[in-house]
């Protein structure tokens, strides 16, 4: 398929623009752009058409079952869009008075309520735009509460269980914290013993996934809390795995004392081919002063903001966070209210439904029920036939599914960690078993299927070794240039009617 | 629960198949000490359209762009955004798919982004663009974090006409990427190249705006030069609706150049969720933090594109990767390149004229009506500060008893400028609406 930037043609253009009839004012010479950029020069119709291509060359959950674990990919309901595009939230500048903003205001307060209840903490900020970004900001949490204590210096390290997210560690570096990591054990839980060993007086805090990426929830999770707060440390919740959980049980009633949300796995935030997301957090009273600001403050009828925390970490996004996203994830959390327990219920169902009907075909490293997602492993398949979870998943392709997360967590070799969520029927979910059953028998009989699947995608499989090797990441304009003198074709085709 | 699929019947045959006799048999790995044990304190659900009237309402107690006439900017604009955009963002495949790990089924999303990649980098004249970062704040954050690991170097200087949000947001992550921040004052209006380049001596990075937070533009390629001058790099944090007319950074010397996108393609939503843009020197490419979207082949040799360069990553490199950034603004980037691509080069010079003609009709009309611009001398684009002869906060809720939203109160963020408004005029506004502006400060 051709680039935009290939279909494009001087003097075409999508766009008609008010041009009122003034002198023009230009910019100083210095400072006045000197080649125009060349964007796409493109008609309205093939603007369409070019991005209808694109969609169509590409899958989303409204496509088909789309179960990569770890990214909780639900169903987006269609009334969130609709109240995301009401021109009183859409059209309104983060700048307008409090006076001019109260809807707006009072949502977030709600919101942040809403979201107090289901960690079981009571603070809440809205203000980061991820799951990264909420937990950096949980460490930059944690430093300034060890610095307004005098033991910043003392605390620095911060315990990751090998399972994690890569996240975690990633986050660990940018707010200048040390990483000590721990192992799991045999049943899949944190190794408490490891634990024990661990953690000091140099410890700032864990940051735990529970349920855990094996999506299994972590027996210890009480003597873990006893651990760490019995060292004077701080317990930080990757909300990642929420989904699971909701209205079932509550980070803060476990012991944890910062929880981040993701907005768009649990409360359904259309994913959009990477992002956006959101990733509020809720804190224990002695962590609240800390939080970012502004706050969202509710004084009688009136909401406002609040900047005077003198204890503030500061700003970690711009204004109040990406507050579309909690247009969504409220409008979604309020279609559900109290039965926001009935959406984990059965995203747990749907997860051990798919794990029954698949665990004699793969091999599952923990022998237990699942919660919401479960990691089998193909070493089975690899080791008898040659055949890698690569190639399982590229033939799940061809069945018209969207692969499951491959290869993580990295503690389980040739990992498939599966995520139905709740949304799906158990038609789906039995088509999906089926497929992945037809899958290890064709491992078995034709192993070639599998290793040059996928056969009935746009394209075949894809170089990725090429692509970094010599990487290419914008469209090269000299190279595809066509070679001076060559007439273009419209002035042919007139030469041709002159003639 | 009209989201949830399984009937009571389903529910019956999986629990069999699993092997166990309840749900709440499924939960039993969670210790009895650490479960609710009663119902969420929620409010009861609501069904759609009570859920539509329950926004509708709170909706309608914000005064949007559309009930007042808004000169407001100070870094979120009400540029024009075009019906296309809305179109390709309401195709489900796009709207609900997530980050392309898997190129086959995401060839689509994975093109787009190439694309929004080279329109970045040909807005910024920059080499490699990533696929966004979340907004205009962070991706200064993200370009410290680059500069000092390309420099060695554990300084970052930020011009104080930079955004203050922008400034704020650097602050709060510095201390946890070990870099010290110094700011440089503006000097009626604009950044002294000499004060800045004292400043940026074994700096790693210097930030500037361009044109500033006070809506001035800055001597930028002297800027550039001046921290080329000390080693250190130049970032430029730009607006992407500027670029029609304004030089790229590229052209006069910068590292990398930064902005908030959401002038280019999104609404202004009260702040998010928009994108913020990234893109560097070809040299800085293995430094890049989030997504990069790459050209490569198919086993027939056909052109396709996949996510590369993953070993900068968190989720290979883990504790040594350039970031921790996975979700990203993706869908926002996407409307920004549909928006480009519906301007255009000549679109988008076009906007630039128009906001540049309309300001200037601005900033004549209200001298006119006696009103002093606080930088006089200092060229604009479609932004600029003016003094109104009383603080600012008054002046704007006097202008919003009639029906205008006059601008931003320079004194929240400056010294000396509390009677201080910076005026964002848009291609949206008209001669007539500049006129109400004049009479309302005038009232």
């Known amino acids: ?499 | 629960m009209s989201f949830l699929s399984l009937t009571e019947h389903d529910r019956g045959q999986m629990l069999e198949t699993i092997g166990v006799d309840s749900v709440d048999e499924l939960f039993e790995q969670i210790p009895t000490g650490v479960r609710l044990g009663r119902a969420l304190a929620l409010e009861p659900p609501l069904s759609e359209p009570e859920l539509v009237v329950h926004l509708s309402e709170l909706a309608s107690r914000n005064v949007d762009t559309g009930r007042e006439i808004s000169f407001l900017g100070a870094g979120i604009y009400d540029h024009y955004v075009p019906a296309v955009v809305d179109a390709v963002l309401a195709r489900g495949e796009l709207l609900t798919a997530y980050t392309p790990y898997q190129p086959e089924m995401s060839q689509g999303m994975l093109q787009a982004i190439f694309e929004y990649q080279t329109a970045i980098c040909e807005l910024t004249g920059m080499d490699v663009s990533n696929a966004s970062g979340y907004d205009g704040t962070t991706v200064a954050a993200d370009a410290c974090y680059m500069a000092k690991h390309a420099t060695g170097r554990a300084k970052v200087v930020l011009a104080e006409a930079l955004n203050p949000q922008v400034r704020q947001v650097v602050k709060t992550y510095a201390p946890g990427f070990g870099v010290e921040v110094v700011e440089v004052p503006h000097r009626e209006g604009t950044t002294d190249p000499d004060e800045l380049q004292a400043a940026a001596r074994d700096a790693a990075c210097v930030l500037f705006q361009q044109p500033n937070f006070l809506g001035c533009l800055e001597p930028a390629p002297d800027l550039a030069a001046a921290a080329a001058e000390e080693g250190a790099l130049a970032v430029a944090h730009v607006d992407p609706v500027s670029l029609g007319v304004l030089e790229a950074p590229g052209a006069y010397g910068c590292s990398i150049a930064i902005g908030e996108g959401q002038a280019a393609g999104n609404y202004q939503s009260y702040g998010g969720p928009h994108y913020g843009f990234l893109a560097a020197r070809s040299e800085f490419i293995r430094r890049m933090p989030g997504r990069i979207s790459g050209e490569t082949v198919d086993a027939d040799g056909e052109r396709g594109f996949v996510l590369t360069l993953q070993t900068r990553e968190q989720h290979i490199r883990r504790e040594k990767a350039t970031s921790n950034i996975t979700t990203n603004q993706t869908l926002l980037a996407l409307a920004g390149l549909v928006h480009l691509s519906w301007l255009g080069p000549q679109g988008l010079r076009e906007v630039g004229e128009t906001c540049l003609a309309l300001s200037r009709y601005a900033k004549e009309r209200l001298a006119e009506a006696g009103f002093e611009l606080a930088f006089p001398n200092k060229a604009t684009f479609k932004e600029f500060a003016v003094r109104v002869g009383r603080p600012a906060k008054e002046a704007i809720t006097s202008a919003r008893h009639s029906g205008v939203h006059p601008g931003y109160a320079l004194g929240r963020d400056y010294q000396g400028l509390d009677d201080a408004l910076l005026v964002a005029v848009t291609e949206k506004r008209t001669t007539e609406e500049i006129d109400r502006l004049v009479e309302a400060l005038a009232s």
């Open chain 1, 1 to 499: 398929m051709k680039l935009i930037y290939e279909k494009s043609k001087p003097g075409r253009r999508a766009s008609t623009l008010p041009r009122p009839d003034l002198p023009a004012a230009d910019v100083p010479e210095e400072l006045r752009r000197s080649s125009p950029p060349r964007l796409p020069e493109i008609s309205e119709p093939e603007l369409v058409r070019h991005f209808t291509a694109l969609a169509d060359r590409t899958f989303g959950v409204d496509t088909g079952f789309y179960p990569l674990g770890s990214c909780t990919m639900k169903h987006n309901p269609r009334v969130n869009e609709r109240v995301v595009s009401l021109p009183g939230f859409r059209d309104l500048h983060p700048h307008q008075e409090e006076e001019g903003s109260q809807g707006a205001l009072e949502l977030m307060w709600r919101l942040q309520e809403i979201l107090a209840e289901i960690a079981g903490l009571p603070a809440v900020s809205l203000q980061p735009a991820a799951g990264s970004q909420g937990e950096l900001t949980g460490l930059m949490l944690m430093r300034a509460y060890y610095a307004d204590r005098g033991e910043d210096e003392q605390r620095r390290e911060i315990v990751i269980p090998d399972s994690a997210h890569g996240t975690n560690p990633a986050s660990v570096t940018m707010a200048g914290y040390e990483l000590v990591d721990v192992s799991t054990d045999r049943r899949g839980n944190v190794d408490l013993d490891e634990l024990r060993a661990k953690v000091g007086p140099r410890t700032a805090g864990l940051m735990l996934t529970n349920p855990s990426t094996l999506g299994l929830f972590d027996e210890g999770i009480e003597e873990i809390a006893r651990i760490f707060h019995g060292a004077g440390a701080l317990m930080y919740y990757d909300g990642a795995n929420l989904n699971a959980i909701c209205g079932i049980s509550r980070p803060g009633d476990f012991g944890f004392d910062i929880v981040h949300f993701n907005l768009h796995k649990t409360f359904s935030q259309p994913h959009g081919g990477g992002g956006p997301g959101g990733g509020p957090i809720a804190v224990r009273e002695r962590l609240e002063p800390f939080l970012p600001v502004p706050a969202v403050v509710r004084d009688g009828d009136t909401f406002g903001l609040d900047y005077e925390r003198p204890k503030s970490i500061g700003k970690v996004r711009g204004f109040c966070g990406p507050f579309g996203v909690f247009v969504r994830s409220y409008a979604y959390i309020r279609s559900f209210g109290p039965a926001l327990r009935e959406m984990s219920e059965a995203a747990v169902l749907n997860a051990n439904y798919l794990l029954a009907r698949l665990r004699d075909a793969y091999e599952l490293p923990f022998d237990r029920l699942c919660m919401h997602e479960f990691v089998l492993s193909g070493r089975r398949l690899k080791r008898e036939h040659g055949v890698s979870t690569l190639d399982v998943a590229k033939r799940l392709m061809d069945h018209g599914f969207h692969p499951p997360t491959i290869y993580f967590p990295l503690i389980v070799p040739e990992a498939l960690m599966i995520e139905p969520t709740e949304t799906e029927t158990k038609e789906t979910l039995d088509t999906f078993a089926d497929a992945m059953l037809a899958i290890a028998r064709e491992a078995a009989e034709e192993p070639e299927l599998l290793k040059e699947a996928p056969h009935v995608r746009p394209v075949k499989r894809l170089d990725e070794v090429r692509a970094v090797k010599n990487p290419v990441v914008r469209y090269g304009f000299e190279e595809h240039e066509e070679p001076p003198g060559a007439p273009a074709e419209p002035r042919q085709l007139e030469a041709q009617k002159g003639a």
